[in-house]
Each structure stands twice: as structure tokens, then as C-alpha cells.
């Protein structure tokens, strides 16, 4: 089948015109006993499309119609042998990839900055973490991925390893040197899972860094609603060779997803897929130009520094910014709340930086209103930033699904530095856990959540939102 077909839009229309009489769920009628204001919002077509496992629309748990032409072509077009799409986000990849990869007491090695979706992959599988060391970049305090070296120094010393994890790229657009991560692994015949949610728009213009399948991935997952056009929590997981049993992938999908997956975020998958596929260098070319005439701007802005390299074995994400307000005196959050007051919204903000991601179709007008915003975050008064970096990693006492389960207590967060996290603490975006389960509480964590709190960012995962106490195993 040619990429320029798009197997499972073509099916929801044929079947939406069918005219069928509903006796089924979704149970809106297809849009007639839908609430009127969002009838009214959004047309009768999206609740048309908002279809289920009905004849010929296929099984997103055992695919062999549409549903498995549409990941096909997913896989086809990121030269992977099998794609499965993924209505929970990355998360459901990440999760399905750890579990299907490692049980529990079975070492994976992996950054200690990954997502919380990978801390709660930990508590699913009962996977042992082995956690590489946190390194930073100087000037702008963001943590780097972990490079191959610090792999090969892991697999060296630590025996019964059944997977390597990378992140590519994070949240900042730093992507690792993944095919040396990748003969860091392999050489030994471990399956390297890649956490490939930002990295949907690699591989797809000669001034990307590769895409993570074509860096030898086993398994590597793009949340291609981040990125390339998808509906929000459409993502897809791609698999290749047989390091990792795709059945056993399949099967931990089935674990956690959904029995009732929403047909307009697949549709979206198999749309952006077919998109991507007929314009993904036209757009890439696109935004990096755009992202360059930003970054032109930017930097004649007194203050601010753009991140523009990072130094051997790292590559950027071209498309992506992050301006860091150190020399200004002001920090990221209240730069962020200054140009959100301007009208911009930026995608993240930490004690130094402010991340803008760039699209397909942001315009050179939006920039200068960006410029603008810049401008006017500038102008704040200076302050005395106190800017905690982000804390090593704390002894591991306990493995993640141990503490999860073990009996815990709530105690004042004071009391609980030299005790056992029973939960994952984690400040979002960009969602990397402070605290994990089976983890020792440490002064400095506790003050950098502490610090966190005090800037008015969000924190995700704890039982008290507050923060005021935290839950550790009794
Ligand atoms: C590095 C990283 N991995 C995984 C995820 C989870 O992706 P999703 O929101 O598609 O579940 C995120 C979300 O922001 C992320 O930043």
C-alpha cells in the first residue's frame, strides 16, 4: 500500500456515510444525543468519526484490517518492521516496551532524568534500575542525557542487564550519540528502548539528528501528537529485529490500554502519518529557517543566550529553542509568566531556561511577537535567582515496585529525608521525577522540590499537592 493512502480515515468515512442506525457505544448518537454546546463547538463530523470496533474498522488489540494497513504504513515510512499505535500517549509505549523487556529483579540501565511514565514502567515491571550519573551542562543547569561512555562503564559493572534505555531527545532537545548507545548494547545483545516522545520530526531532513529507528532501536516511541499534526495522547511505538519479542510488546499493550481506544486519535496517527510522509522535509525545512531567523533575533537580545551546541557526542534539535535568562538576572519561570502575560506561551520554563518549540506554520510576524515578549521579560527587575540543580540520584534501597507496594505512611516531608520514597514526586513539564519509589529522600531533593514550589510550578504525583508531606515506606 502507498503512503499516500490513509487506510483508516478512508474507512470511518466510508462507514460514517453509510448511514447506519446506532444501537451502540459511543453513546452519543453520532453527535445527535452529544451535549449541544460541544455539537454546536465542534460539528457533527467529529462525533461522525468517533467511531468504534464495528465492521471493518479493525481491533486495535488484534489488528488484521485497517487498523493494521494504517500501522504498516507507520512502520513502513520509519523503516521500522512493525508499529503499533498508541492512545495513551508515549506513556503506553514506554510502559508496554519496559515490561515486555524486563521482570522483576531484572536490571535495566537508563537515565536518572527519564520521565515519570518510566518511573511508573518501573513500578508495572518490577525492573531493577540501574541509574546512570547526572551530568549537566554548565551556564544553562540543565541535565544532559547520560553519553555512551557512561553506558559501557554501566554494562561493565553490572551483571543480568535486560535492557538499556535512552531518552532522544529530551526535553531540551539534547539527542544523545544514540547509535554508540546503541553498539554499547547490542555488542552485548541487550535491546535498546528508546524514549523517542520529542523526536517524531527526526530522521526527516538532512539538518535533523536521525531518527531513533534508524539508529538501531529495538524499540523507540514518538508521541506524534507532540510534533507532527496528531491528536493529543496519539503516539506510536516502533520495533524492529528481535531483541524484543513483538508479541510480548503486544501483549503488555493489551495490559494497559484502553478497551474502548478512541478512533479519532488513531485516525489522527494514520493522517499525521500520511502528512508527514508527503511534506515531513518541506515542513522540517520550514521550521528550521523559521527557527533560525528566531534565533538570529534572539541573540541580539541583551540577557539571553540561545542554546545553539552542546558538545561532543550531543546534537540539537534544531526546532526547538531555549533561552536562557541567567546574565539578566531573572529566572525562566518569571520569564515565562511575562511572556505569557505578552501573549506567548511558552512550552516549559525552569529556574534558568524557557523552552519554545517551533511548528510547521508558525510565521515570521509570531516571531517577532516572541521577540517582543523576550524584550519585555527583559525589562523585569533583577532578582536573586535560587536555583537548585537538579539532585543527584539518592541511594536505591528498594526497587521501585517493592516500595510502591510495601506498606507505607504519610510523615511531615521534613521527617522524611534519610527515609524510603513510597511515591514518584515529579515537576511538570518537564515531568522527571524528583523522588521515585525505593529511592532514599535526600536533603537536596527535598529542597529542590522545596525551591520548585516556591517559583509556582506545578508538581505532579504526590498524594499531598502541597507537598507539605510525602508518603515513605513504614
Ligand atoms: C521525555 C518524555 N518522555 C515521555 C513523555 C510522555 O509522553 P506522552 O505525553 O505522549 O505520554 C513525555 C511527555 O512530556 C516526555 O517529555
Not at 547509535?179 to 530522521?203: T, Y
Amino acid at each position: 500500500m502507498r503512503q499516500t493512502r490513509c487506510p483508516l480515515v478512508e474507512a470511518l468515512k466510508r462507514y460514517a456515510a453509510k448511514g447506519f442506525t446506532p444501537f451502540h457505544t459511543p453513546g452519543h448518537l453520532q453527535g445527535r444525543a452529544a451535549p449541544p454546546m460541544l455539537r454546536r463547538w465542534w460539528g457533527r463530523s467529529v462525533f461522525a468519526a468517533d467511531l468504534t470496533e464495528l465492521p471493518g474498522l479493525d481491533d486495535l488489540h488484534n489488528p488484521s484490517g485497517v487498523i493494521r494497513e494504517a500501522e504498516g504504513l507507520a512502520a513502513k515510512l520509519a523503516g521500522a518492521e512493525h508499529a503499533f499505535f498508541l492512545v495513551n500517549g508515549s506513556t503506553a509505549g514506554i510502559q508496554a516496551m519496559l515490561i515486555a523487556a524486563a521482570g522483576p529483579g531484572e536490571r535495566v540501565v537508563l537515565p536518572r532524568t527519564v520521565h515519570r511514565s518510566v518511573a511508573a514502567a518501573l513500578v508495572l515491571s518490577g525492573a531493577e534500575p540501574v541509574f546512570l550519573p547526572v551530568r549537566w551542562l554548565a551556564d544553562f543547569e540543565i541535565p544532559l542525557p547520560p553519553p555512551p561512555a557512561a553506558y559501557r562503564i554501566a554494562l561493565k559493572e553490572h551483571d543480568g542487564v535486560r535492557a538499556v534505555f535512552a531518552v532522544y531527545p529530551d526535553y531540551y532537545g539534547v539527542a544523545v550519540d544514540l547509535p554508540a548507545v546503541a553498539l554499547e548494547a547490542q555488542s552485548r545483545d541487550i535491546p535498546l528502548l528508546v524514549d523517542a516522545a520529542h523526536g517524531v520530526l527526526f530522521g526527516r531532513h538532512p539538518d535533523m539528528p536521525p531518527a531513533a529507528a534508524g539508529c538501531g532501536a529495538d524499540a523507540a516511541v514518538e508521541s506524534v501528537h507532540k510534533r507532527a499534526g496528531a491528536l493529543t495522547q496519539a503516539a506510536w511505538l516502533l520495533l524492529q529485529g528481535n531483541r524484543l519479542s513483538g508479541a510480548r510488546v503486544r501483549s503488555a499493550l493489551r495490559l494497559i490500554t484502553t478497551s474502548s481506544p478512541s478512533y479519532l486519535l488513531l485516525a489522527s496517527l494514520d493522517a499525521a502519518r500520511r502528512h508527514l510522509a508527503a511534506a515531513g522535509g518541506s515542513l522540517c525545512r520550514r521550521i528550521i529557517e523559521v527557527a533560525n531567523y528566531a534565533r538570529a533575533e534572539l541573540s541580539r537580545c541583551p540577557g539571553v543566550r540561545v542554546l545553539s551546541a552542546v558538545g561532543a557526542s550531543y546534537r540539537l534539535d534544531p526546532t526547538r529553542l531555549v533561552l536562557n535568562f541567567r546574565a539578566a538576572g531573572i529566572s525562566g519561570f518569571a520569564a515565562a509568566r511575562v511572556m505569557h502575560r505578552s501573549g506567548v506561551a511558552a512550552e516549559m520554563a525552569d529556574f534558568h531556561n524557557v523552552v519554545l518549540l517551533l511548528l510547521p506554520r508558525h510565521r515570521v510576524q509570531e516571531i517577532k511577537k516572541l521577540v517582543r515578549a523576550v524584550q519585555a521579560a527583559l525589562t523585569q527587575p533583577r532578582e536573586r535567582v535560587k536555583a537548585p540543580r537538579f539532585p543527584q540520584a539518592p541511594p536505591v534501597r528498594l526497587c521501585p515496585r517493592e516500595a510502591w507496594l510495601a506498606p507505607s505512611r504519610t510523615v511531615p516531608i521534613a521527617e522524611a529525608i534519610g527515609r524510603v520514597s513510597a511515591e514518584i514526586v515529579a515537576p511538570a513539564p518537564p515531568g522527571v521525577p524528583v523522588l521515585l519509589p525505593g529511592e532514599e529522600v535526600s536533603e537536596e531533593a527535598v529542597a529542590y522540590l522545596d525551591a520548585v514550589r516556591a517559583a509556582g510550578a506545578a508538581v505532579h504525583g504526590a498524594q499531598d499537592p502541597e507537598l507539605k508531606t510525602l508518603r515513605v515506606v513504614r
